[in-house]
């Protein structure tokens, strides 16, 4: 059973989320805060006992301790718990990922947007095997990443369906023009993002990422094959071919092709 801290300060708030928790058959007793040195005090309760929360479910506007605060002190810990925050306003959405939230959610809080958060708290959580017993086998589903992104990624919120999601820029595999807004394309399926073209290309050029068509910008990194035929250059990125303008051609066999013809981390153009 999953075990759950809610923090906020208003308790009709505070009431309907334990309420909307408790309906979820992995979900424990509910523990609850009204504002932030409370919180810590209930969290450092729970790790004194070994019982540590599973996950801590954070509104962001509390007098005091707000709840970014909060998360910045749990960030510090040796093994801090998954951070949900759970608030009204939406322009909170960056600051919030830039301390590895785990999942943002708008007040009112939906029930099936909910049930989303919880399943991936769960999926996070790795119980204990009982004695005798052999562990468990790894769930079929990814969880959360092996390995924190690099110290210079980006964290790029998005938006899908009304919800806002978060993605790290490393996870991208190439970008493409969508009139006002560009597609950014991962391996796990693609997002919209309401950003010009030209200004992605000048703000990660230095993560490695190189403008190939008047639509495309590519991650070096994933680069599989240069394709040429009849003269006019393509790329294969993860999978994908792309074309590559006429422009980019040169620059492009510079960057992927030392003195000896092979594409660095790939393989040899042919046609």
């Known amino acids: 059973m999953l075990r759950i801290l809610v923090v906020d300060d208003e308790p009709h708030a505070r009431g309907e989320l334990v309420y909307l928790l408790g309906l979820h058959q992995g979900v424990g007793p509910v523990e609850c805060a009204a504002d932030g ?6 969290l450092d309760r729970a790790l004194a006992h070994r019982h540590p929360v599973d996950a ?9 301790l707000d709840g970014l605060e909060v998360a910045r002190v749990l960030s510090r810990f040796a093994e801090p718990p998954p951070v949900v925050f759970v608030t009204a ?3 909170f959405a960056v600051p919030a990922f ?3 939230a ?7 809080v939906r029930a099936e947007r909910l049930a989303e958060t919880v399943r991936r708290i769960a999926e996070r959580r790795t119980p204990p095997p009982a004695p005798g017993e052999p562990a468990p086998a790894p769930l079929p589903v990814p969880a959360a990443p092996p390995a924190e992104p690099p110290a210079d990624d980006e964290t790029i ?13 490393s996870e991208v595999r190439h970008v493409e023009a969508c ?16 950003a010009p073209l030209s200004s992605l290309e000048e703000q990660w050029q230095d993560a490695g990422f190189v403008r190939v068509h008047r639509r495309y910008l590519v991650a070096t990194g994933h680069i599989e094959e240069l394709l040429a035929d009849s003269g006019r250059l393509s790329v294969r990125v993860a999978g994908t071919v792309l074309p590559v303008s006429r422009r980019s051609s040169r620059r492009l066999r510079e960057l992927m092709l030392p003195a000896s013809g092979l594409p660095r ?5 042919h046609g």
């Open 179 to 194: 009139g006002d807004y560009v597609r950014l394309h991962l391996a796990s399926g693609s997002c919209l993002l309401r």
């Open 89 to 91: 306003y939406d322009d």
């Open 98 to 100: 830039e301390v590895r």
């Open 37 to 42: 040195p409370a919180a810590l005090l209930a």
């Open 157 to 169: 919120p998005v938006e899908i369906s009304g919800v806002t999601r978060f993605v790290q820029r």
């Open 265 to 269: 981390g790939g393989r040899a153009a």
């Open 56 to 64: 801590v479910f954070l509104d962001i506007r509390m007098p005091g």
């Open 102 to 108: 785990l999942d943002y959610l708008l007040k009112p």
